[in-house]
């Protein structure tokens, strides 16, 4: 079982992206004292990350002035694959609690086997690493911003199917690969 992580006051709390777009690697990172987690993510997960924490400040007091150095810090490798996020927000700390989950083999068997309804437990014994970061409502919304850009910086959508069209060009199946898009 890998490492969890509790860091409910962090100092840095980011998200990234290593590679090329079509094929960047994803990451959450934060940081508390002198420890540093990075935690790979796909890119729906940042996008949903980015409109999960909007959404969940438009019920908050208003933010203050938001951190500016969200550049991630330089790491050697991921702690592990995150499966599953969510979080609240902590009233008594003024904190909003992310959540992370790792993905499990079980996940990904159970993904392969759409017959089986079964609910997994998250807290159950193997059920995989938890990662509790707690941050500001500021650093929380600069996180939303920097995802949000991170997602959109990437390929362009074709606007006849919606998949990303490579630099290298797009056989889009609206089209049956005969011709690109005009964009």
């Known amino acids: 079982m890998s490492e969890s992580f509790d860091l409910l006051a962090v100092e840095r709390l980011t ?3 290593v590679g090329v777009p079509g094929q960047r690697v994803f990451f959450l990172q934060a940081r508390q004292a002198d420890e540093l987690v990075t935690l790979k993510l796909e890119k729906v997960q940042v996008a949903a990350l980015a409109g999960w924490i909007a959404k969940t400040l438009e019920d908050l007091p208003a933010i203050g002035e938001l951190p500016e150095d969200l550049e991630p810090e330089p790491f050697v490798e991921l702690a592990w694959v995150v499966g ?59 996180v939303a911003i920097r995802g949000t850009s991170l997602v959109s910086s990437g390929r362009p959508p074709c606007p006849l199917c919606g998949y990303p069209i490579d630099p290298a060009g797009h056989a889009c199946p609206r089209t049956n690969g005969h011709r690109p898009p005009k964009l």
Do not use: K, W
């Open 15 to 17: 998200v990234g992206a």
């Open 84 to 142: 599953s996020l969510g979080g609240n927000y902590d009233l008594d700390l003024d904190r909003i609690i992310l959540v992370a989950g790792e993905a499990t083999e079980q996940e990904a068997d159970d993904e392969d086997d759409e017959d089986e309804e079964t609910e997994a437990d998250p807290f159950a014994p193997g059920a995989g690493a938890i990662a509790r970061f707690g941050a500001t409502r500021e650093q929380m919304a600069a």
